[in-house]
């Protein structure tokens, strides 16, 4: 009798120590509204959302020792609410909620990383090599600065999604920058900052859209607005400007070749009859093989006497030893 006694309160004592592990709630949900990147000095609201109903709520901030804000609220809810009136350096960082109830408490929420936007200059975002894709590709996106950014963060416009953060790399014209490459997601923003203080930001991007074309429509790219090279790395300007003076080049080069073409047919027929005028030269120059009588006439007191004389050599012979009669002509 006396074991049987000793077995059932061992049972009772290992059931009793069974329903308080079991008293253990599930974890809530943490979110912040109206997101968790908040501007410089703006309002922003922490959730806390549990399973059952809770007497106490408590929000712990990451490296913080005690609670970081407790609310016990006049009747038991199953949320409560944290309003943060202005969001600095010192309120970013990284949330956990938890609550207790009748039962006990509850695990601690998953982590809820508050950022402060605003702190640093815009960076730059573009589509390479265009914001318009095919059904299925990708694109890659170019997020960067002049600021030397140590990291980047691609974000979702409009979803609570978690962002996208790449460590930067520096580019020829000594900029931070990070590639990042994606499907056909929209719209977008990125962020630069510091490893060193990594939930503060700066301020967003110009929201970027990607276009997907159909397989008949044109693939040429689309943009919302004319194209800018202010935000443009600087190798992209060189590449531009070598571009542009590379096709003027080569339109001077074409008008070139094209006067030139011309200039050599306007002089074609004086060098057709040039061999002509060389072959009457040679014709006047070259003497006849065989001799000619040549008669010449001499008038003397109106009297015609005619004569024959041998013609003379050409200038590039001997003169000949045989006199030559010529006619001589006498006014009186």
């Not at 944290?82 to 970013?92: G, L, R, S, V």
């Not at 997020?143 to 609570?160: A, D, P």
């Not at 590639?179 to 630069?192: A, D, E, K, Q, S």
């Not at 070598?242 to 094209?258: D, G, M, R």
């Amino acid at each position: 009798m006396i074991p049987t006694l000793i077995a059932l309160l061992c049972l009772g004592l290992n059931v009793g120590r069974t329903k308080v592990q079991a008293g253990t709630l599930p974890k809530p949900i943490i979110w912040a509204e109206p997101g968790s990147g908040i501007l410089w000095r703006n309002t922003v609201t922490i959730w806390c959302q549990g399973t059952l109903k809770a007497q106490e709520f408590h929000v712990d901030r990451e490296g913080s020792r005690a609670p970081w804000y407790s609310m016990k609220p006049l009747e038991p809810v199953d949320n409560a609410k944290f309003p943060i009136t202005h969001m600095t350096e010192h309120t970013a960082g990284r949330y956990r909620c938890y609550y207790h109830s009748p039962t006990g408490w509850s695990e601690r929420s998953d982590p809820l990383e508050l950022v402060v936007t605003g702190s640093y200059r815009t960076p730059y975002l573009s589509a390479l090599p265009s914001p318009v894709l095919t059904s299925g590709g990708n694109v890659i996106l170019l997020c960067g600065s002049q600021e030397g950014f140590g990291r980047f963060i691609l974000t979702k416009e409009g979803e609570h999604s978690a962002p996208w953060t790449l460590d930067s790399q520096r580019d020829p014209s000594g900029n931070s920058q990070a590639l990042f490459p994606v499907g056909p997601v929209t719209p977008i923003r990125c962020y630069g900052c510091y490893r060193n203080s990594p939930q503060v930001w700066s301020h967003p991007s110009d929201i970027l859209e990607l276009f997907v074309s159909g397989p008949s429509e044109d693939h040429s790219p689309s943009f919302a607005g004319p194209i800018s090279t202010a935000g443009l790395p600087m190798y992209q300007k060189v590449l531009i400007g070598a571009s542009v003076t590379f096709i003027l080049l080569l339109f001077l080069l074409l008008f070139l070749l094209k006067h030139q073409g011309k200039c050599s047919k306007s002089d074609a027929p004086i060098r057709d009859s040039q061999p002509e005028e060389d072959k009457e030269m040679d014709s006047w120059d070259t003497p006849s093989d065989a001799p000619q009588d040549v008669t010449y006439a001499q008038l003397n007191r109106l009297t015609l006497r005619q004569e024959a004389s041998v013609p003379p050599s050409s200038l590039s012979e001997k003169p000949l030893d045989e006199p030559s009669v010529y006619a001589a002509l006498a006014i009186r």
